[in-house]
């Protein structure tokens, strides 16, 4: 090879490397800057949600699911299927119907209610609480327990607050709100074990207070 060969190819090289590493800066660029737009994250969420309620081997539809998971969650004011209905984004009819799977499969039973005994409130059963163990749920679970208290607290106030600006984006179009009783305005704590809640004039336990409820209002 004559040299002004040598040196055409090894510019042509030089060209192509560079070129190559131009390309590889670019797109290691353009991925992080994918990994933190908003529509990338709102895309992995939806993702991680989705991946982690599926499971082929389940007796459970994922409906279903959702609801024994809300019912074992939600507060006394909150186990309705109409309750459920709005949480979970469906229709009323929907909802009932899944309610009514769930009691015949002997996971749901109807309890006693609100003390006004107009409404029809659902527990769950023994028998659902260790259906749960089963829950598709449980490996997202397992991942978030390997992270540390720290990252974990973040990932929780982030998801928070995300959750707070969707509700307030949704004002006037949706009028249930859900939260626990550490972020709710109606919320006093009345000993160290109690609490007591100003919407609907009723003491709690403590371990209510971290139940969902339909009554929440934000602080
Ligand atoms: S204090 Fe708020 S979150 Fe707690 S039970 Fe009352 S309304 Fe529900």
Redesign the pocket.
Known sequence: MRSSEFFQNFNVVTILLTGGQFVNLMLKRYYLFMTHNSERIADLLVHLARRSVQSSASELTSAQWAALRFFAHA?R?SRQPSVFASYHGTTRGTASQTVKTLVNMGYLERSRGLSDGRSAVFDVTQSGMKALDSDPLRSLVQTLDQLSQDKREALCDVLLTINKQSEESEMGLEDTHF???SN????RQSGPNS?Y????S?A?DIF??DKL?C???SV
């Not at 809640?197 to 609907?200: D, F, H, I, L, T």
Request: with cysteine; net charge positive.
């Open positions: 507060n004011f939260g626990t009783c709710c305005k109606h919320f609490g809640c100003s919407q609907s009723t709690l209510e207070t409820c009554r929440f209002s």
